[in-house]
């Protein structure tokens, strides 16, 4: 594997289910992030992770909850969601401290809740 | 707050119709501004980095330049395969989030 990987690709869950969607990155990279992706609206970042520690969470509903175990992994934690958080979710990472700031993305869960 | 516009909302060529997009931003202090492309159903993919005004990038038929109040992505003689939504995102000296405008989807028709 290479890059940046997501599972699954594709997620239908009812609004009482609990599910999870799962990130690793096989950059060395020492930052991760979720961000989220709605039809015309910008990306927007969710959480940010800086050496498994969260730095950043930016008004996330609780019903997303985060999981980082070590700087390879991240996870996303799904739970009575709604119909609103269908969308395309996005991990990325980044190598912290080098001076370069660029982000490299994976592929995405598309989420549908019904 | 940071923000980023980015124009046109959508811009279709004909092959070989070469064009500009514009990225608009207002950020306190510049660490970066980033170029991606998104193909439908995929995650972005890194196109460039700029970290100051008057510096350019280039990759295949593709240009990006800088000044301090907005970014170009200029495509010379593009191609159906550059089809495609092309994000801005800048980046603050404070931290690594990156602010992103809502993109410009590009059609080039053969």
């Known amino acids: 594997e290479t890059g940046v990987t997501q599972t699954p690709r594709h997620l239908v869950m009812g609004m009482t289910n609990k599910k999870s969607l799962k990130c690793e990155q096989h950059?060395?990279?020492?930052?991760m992030y979720w961000y989220k992706q709605s039809a015309k609206k910008p990306l927007e970042l969710m959480f940010v992770?800086?050496?498994?520690?969260?730095?950043e969470n930016n008004s996330v509903p609780s019903r997303f909850s985060p999981e980082c175990p070590n700087s390879s992994h991240l996870f996303l934690h799904l739970h009575t969601l709604q119909p609103e958080d269908s969308a395309l979710y996005l991990c990325?990472?980044?190598?912290?401290?080098?001076?370069?700031?660029?982000?490299?993305f994976g592929p995405g869960t598309r989420l549908t809740v019904t | 707050e940071d923000q980023v516009t980015q124009s046109p909302e959508a811009l279709r060529l004909q092959e070989g119709e070469s064009s500009s997009l514009n990225c608009s931003y207002t950020?306190?202090?510049?660490?970066?501004l980033f170029w991606y492309r998104q193909d439908p159903g995929k995650g972005p993919e890194f196109l460039f980095t700029?970290?100051?005004a008057g510096e350019e990038k280039e990759k295949e038929r593709l240009k990006a330049t800088l000044t301090k109040k907005e970014s170009f992505l200029h495509i010379t003689a593009p191609k159906p395969e550059d089809s495609a939504t092309y994000l801005c995102?800048?980046?603050?000296?404070?931290?690594?989030?990156?602010?992103f405008g809502e993109g410009t989807q590009l059609t080039v028709n053969p």
């Open positions: 992770y800086n050496f498994k520690e969260q730095t």
């Open positions: 950020v306190s202090g510049l660490r970066g």
């Open positions: 950059l060395g990279h020492n930052a």
């Open positions: 990325a990472s980044s190598q912290e401290g080098s001076g370069r700031g660029e982000q490299y």
């Open positions: 700029l970290y100051s």
């Open positions: 995102a800048v980046q603050e000296t404070s931290g690594s989030r990156l602010t």
